[in-house]
């Protein structure tokens, strides 16, 4: 069964939507900053994908977040979400959005949704760290994806 766009739109309302019930706990003290991110490489737990998924990114303090990146397919896809920071050290988040970018592929959708939690780790007292990001897909036999970024937060 080929995946509606009314789908990924159903999807994207109830992110928007749950992101903002929990803005007002979920962010964290206002000394974490913006966020200029470039997208390394990707692992999939099944074959035929590029794992180079070379891109850039920039968050915002609030957490809204918009970037572009090479996908699994060998395609451009642009993005925007929101990424909610669970703890007050910025560690731990689920990122929210959507991405274009996968419309002519086995994906099958222009704007598809992204819910994927993330970890992050730093040095003490540095500004650059790693995330590593779990695109989770729950559709039977799709694949799931784990993505390496580097992180300044200025």
């Given at each position: 069964m080929k995946p509606t766009h009314k789908g990924a739109w159903v999807a994207l309302a109830t992110a928007a939507a749950l992101g903002s019930a929990l803005t007002a706990r979920?962010?964290?003290?206002?000394?974490?900053?913006?966020?200029?991110?470039?997208?390394?490489?990707?692992?999939?737990?099944?074959?035929?994908?590029?794992?180079?998924?070379?891109?850039l990114y920039h968050r915002w303090a609030s957490g809204v977040t918009v970037g572009a990146f090479h996908n699994s397919y060998g395609r451009t896809s642009a993005y925007?979400?929101?990424?909610?920071?669970?703890d007050d050290a910025g560690?731990?988040?689920?990122?929210?959005?959507?991405?274009?970018?996968?419309?002519?592929?086995?994906?099958?959708?222009?704007?598809?949704?992204?819910?994927?939690?993330?970890?992050?780790?730093?040095?003490?007292?540095?500004?650059?760290?790693l995330r590593l990001s779990w695109f989770a897909d729950p559709r039977e036999g799709a694949a799931q994806v784990l993505h390496l970024s580097m992180e300044y937060r200025y």
């Open positions: 979920a962010q964290a003290p206002a000394e974490r900053g913006a966020v200029a991110g470039l997208h390394l490489v990707s692992a999939h737990d099944a074959p035929g994908f590029e794992s180079r998924n070379w891109g925007g979400g929101w990424l909610w920071e669970i560690r731990f988040g689920v990122f929210l959005g959507a991405a274009t970018g996968y419309g002519e592929t086995a994906e099958g959708m222009d704007l598809a949704p992204i819910v994927a939690p993330t970890v992050r780790w730093a040095p003490a007292g540095s500004r650059w760290g």
